[in-house]
């Protein structure tokens, strides 16, 4: 009787040392099952977020688009840029410039080629402006895309009839530094690694808009946001300046 419970002891202690192996091949395999989907759904978010910008950038089959951006709560000091870009050698730029009341506003005029700025004095007459040239790099605009980490997919943005796939991620500041460099805030300073972003990407795969939180982040309404348009895919027309 007394071998007969030491067996019965022996192969119950077995049993539970092999639920007990079991249990943990398990629960490895389903943390290891986790870990891989959460990678292939980062995966698939990060090459949405990449083919957007490799189809929205200037290429072959894209010859032009405009872009729109400003950086709001600071349009007395900063205003509303356009730059329309053509084949990523001629721009047009439009400066738009607001009082502190943002009633009254001056609006600039610049063109850009082979990497020099001309205003229009007249019909037809430009001289040339030694000033430094900050609006011929608009695809760094796009930067963000390809630089995205902790890419979340938010949800569908209707507006006027249309659908944008929203995303969050988070970039980091060195990169949005970059950026800055080309507009009239690159002497902002930053005590974070990171800069909250959100992007639009419209129901052809292209770039429609991205927010990029400068200070405070996503929730704050009282955030400082460089936000950037891109517009007018392959309808800006090639231009000529008679400069004699």
Do not use: P
Request: aromatic share 14%; glycine share 4%; charged share 30%.
């Amino acid at each position: 009787m007394v071998k007969m419970k030491i067996n019965n002891y022996i192969v119950n202690n077995a049993n539970r040392k092999k639920i007990s192996i079991l249990f943990l091949i398990t629960s490895i395999a389903l943390i290891l099952i986790g870990v891989f989907l959460l990678n292939l759904n980062f995966s698939s978010e990060q090459e949405i977020l990449r083919e957007a910008h490799k189809k929205s950038k200037i290429s072959s089959l894209m010859s032009s688009y405009e872009i729109f951006y400003f950086i709001g709560g600071d349009l007395e000091d900063f205003g509303y840029v356009t730059i329309e870009n053509y084949e990523n050698k001629k721009y047009k730029v439009t400066i738009q410039t607001f009082d502190e009341n943002q009633k009254n506003s001056v609006v600039e005029v610049m063109y850009i080629l082979d990497g020099v700025a001309y205003s229009e004095i007249s019909d037809d007459k430009y001289i040339k402006l030694d000033e430094k040239i900050i609006y011929n790099n608009t695809e760094i605009y796009l930067t963000g895309l390809l630089e995205a980490e902790k890419i979340s997919y938010v949800g569908l943005d209707k507006i006027v009839g249309r659908e944008y796939k929203k995303y969050s991620f988070i970039v980091k500041t060195k990169i949005v530094k970059k950026i800055l460099n080309y507009t009239k805030k690159s002497n902002l300073s930053f005590d974070k690694e990171n800069i909250e972003c959100m992007a639009w990407i419209d129901e052809e795969g292209y770039i429609d808009r991205i927010d990029y939180y400068l200070f405070s982040g996503i929730e704050n309404n009282e955030a400082l946001i460089l936000t950037v348009y891109v517009k007018k895919y392959n309808q800006i027309e090639d231009f000529t300046l008679d400069l004699e």
